[in-house]
């Protein structure tokens, strides 16, 4: 099969599901990682050349064996959407040194370890796009995000440090900052009186994605915001 590979890396029924609907009407193969199947094998037999794995981000093992059965099922991978986030909303005296870990171990260490396994073979290629997903905390801290903020700002730098790097050998790596409340039923049911215009819809945060791998390499982005026009900034 010839057709390019998408992995997304954290898929739920907002920002995953919408990442992958759309580059897989644009012909991408689609392969879908999360700890569970509950919402990425449903979302995989709705899609064409669609695949749902299973597999621990924060586990080296675990996810060198997810990308290598990826490798022999679809091929080489031409573009990585990084959108596993996990966080515990506490201010400094209420987090644990669990919540604390775990929140770097899905944010930043397992955006490492997901990288590294894509990395080979778009230099080899000398393209590719890798995309981390980011949030308001990946640029500051605020009293409730004392575990998740500092996971998201070394995700942050973890990016910016790839992109210096692997920009010459043509692999394209952006960082799309979520600045908003995304349309989800859960975030639905937390703000049932919000309008329609205060939520984020997942596919326009989708179509974004796309576009930044669709740009030429002397016109490359890599920090790219995203918010709703009345969000506050």
């Known amino acids: 099969m010839n057709k390019p590979v998408c992995v997304i890396v954290g898929v739920g029924p907002g920002n995953g599901a919408a990442f992958a609907r759309k580059f897989a009407r644009q012909g991408y193969q689609i392969a879908l990682i999360s700890r569970s199947k509950s919402v990425s094998e449903p979302l995989a037999a709705e ?19 997810t ?41 930043a260490l397992g955006a490492l370890l997901a990288t590294k396994q894509v ?14 997903v980011g949030a308001t905390a990946s640029k500051r801290g605020n009293i409730q995000t004392a575990a998740f903020a500092p996971a ?9 440090s790839m992109a210096r790097h692997l920009g010459s050998f043509g692999i394209h790596v952006a960082l799309l900052i979520i600045d908003g409340v995304v349309d989800t039923p859960a975030t639905r049911k937390m703000m049932p009186d919000k309008p329609d215009l ?26 790219v915001e995203i918010r709703p026009f009345g969000e506050k900034w």
């Not at 899609?47 to 064996?65: H, Q």
């Not at 990395?119 to 890798?130: A, D, E, F, L």
Request: charge should be negative; glycine fraction near 4%.
């Open 198 to 223: 205060f939520f984020m819809q997942p596919d326009d945060i989708a179509d974004i994605a796309y576009q930044v791998t669709q740009q030429k390499p002397s016109a490359w982005s890599f920090e």
């Open 67 to 107: 990308f290598e059965l990826i490798h022999t099922e679809m091929g080489e991978i031409d573009t990585l959407i990084y959108n596993a986030g996990a966080g515990v909303w506490r201010n400094i005296e209420e987090i644990s040194i669990e919540d604390f870990e775990q929140s770097w171990r899905v944010n």
């Open 47 to 65: 899609l064409k050349n669609a695949k749902a794995y299973a597999g621990d981000i924060t586990d080296a093992t675990s996810v060198a064996n």
């Open 152 to 160: 998201k700002a070394a995700q942050k730098s973890l990016a910016e």
């Open 119 to 132: 990395i080979p073979s778009m230099k080899n290629k000398r393209q590719g796009n890798i995309i981390f």
